[in-house]
Structures are given as C-alpha cells and as structure tokens.
C-alpha cells in the first residue's frame, strides 16, 4: 500500500506537491485552499463536502 499517494486516508483528493500546490478554493463550500488544481480537473470538491454528500446522503457506503 502506498504511503502517501493521496492527502489523506480515506480521501480521494491529491496529495498536494510541487507543481500541484493546495491552492485552490473548494467549488462547493468556497473555503480557500482546499484542492490542487488535479483535484479540480477531476472536478472533486473538499474531503468535508465529499464527507457530507457520501455520508450524510442516503447513507449508503462507498
Ligand atoms: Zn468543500
């Protein structure tokens, strides 16, 4: 298993590194910072949006 592939476990959002620094605002929740720009070519949205829609929605996993 990879260590650091991405940002965090369970999150699917890009580790930020050199050349895809964290520096982008959120599309959903407009917090400053919250995703690289390969996050938003992926069209992603933060791991606290992401969080609320996959968990709080109709409670289905994955
Ligand atoms: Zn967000």
């Known amino acids: ?3 650091s592939h991405y940002a965090n476990p369970g999150s ?4 930020a ?5 964290r520096n982008l605002p959120c599309p959903t929740c ?3 910072n919250r995703l690289t720009p390969a996050d938003v ?3 992603y949205q933060c791991d ?3 969080d609320r829609e996959e968990g709080a929605g109709d409670g289905r996993p994955g």
């Open 1 to 3: 298993m990879a260590t």
């Open 12 to 15: 699917a959002l890009r580790a």
């Open 17 to 21: 590194r050199r050349g895809n620094p």
């Open 30 to 32: 407009k917090q400053p």
């Open 41 to 43: 070519r992926r069209g």
């Open 48 to 50: 606290a949006c992401a």
